[in-house]
């Protein structure tokens, strides 16, 4: 799994999908594999023979040649206390599966404590620009989650990221942090876990700040909004994104913003003051 999804560096294959590798998987088992080994006597004929063309077959091969490649990158990830975790890893988090089914990521890098992948998280997510109110609640946010004894979901970005990750830590908490950047770059105290897709040291990109996103979204039973920039950031793309999918229940802080009275109007519950997370209740439907 690890030949065929994950992400090597100046590489011009580019991995499968989870739902490719799970069509694969597929393929092999409606036709069987003529191959002893799978992974390692894989022909152009045999791909065929799976019903893939001239360009899937090529693809395909090119990503199973990497295992010299592959045994570098894995052996400079455990050089710098990094791991990987794929979809069939019992590390791998379950509610990243349950959430997102085929959407979730084939292939995760983990630095830190890999036991909270399976802890129960809420997420906090907001503006990079906080004002005084979005800053307090985001810190509000991470002290209540750590005093409940659930651990914080973050992407580790400045502003209400940082805000409720460092609230949280201070008074005891977790933290499962999805960076958008290289895991290189993360230090990983105690009671950390930072997960990365595909790759470990892959740079920062806009494309993998919103692909993050979902993972927040996805990996939290609940999503608290600090602030919010309406039709703007990734805070508003990764909730509304949320809203329309379902991954988890949103409650935003009600400033009076635009950002918070858009998310609202989508479906969004409004906090005004945040006392207790078990009070965070999802809006019930009206018929």
Known sequence: MLLLCCALPDDTAHPLTLPQFEALGRRVRLFGSGAADPLGEVTARELRRLGYDETQGTRILALLARKERLRRYLAAAERAGIRPVTRLSEG????????????????????????????????????????????????????LIAEAGLTLCSGGAIGADLAAQEACLAHGGSAVIFPAGPLTECQAPARTLYLAEQAFDAPFSAARALTRNRYLHAMGEKTLVAQCTRCSGGTWEGTTENLRRGYSAVFVHAD????????????AVPVTELHDLDELQPAQLQF
Request: proline residues 3%; positive net charge; contains cysteine.
């Open 92 to 143: 791998y988090p379950a509610r990243l599966w349950q959430t997102l089914g085929t959407r979730c990521p084939a292939v995760l890098f983990a630095k830190g404590d890999l036991a909270l992948a399976s802890a129960r998280c809420i997420t906090v997510v907001g503006s990079r620009e906080l004002t005084a109110e979005g800053r307090a609640f985001a810190e509000t946010a991470g002290r």
């Open 256 to 267: 009076g913003t635009e950002g918070a009275q858009a998310l609202i109007a989508r479906g």
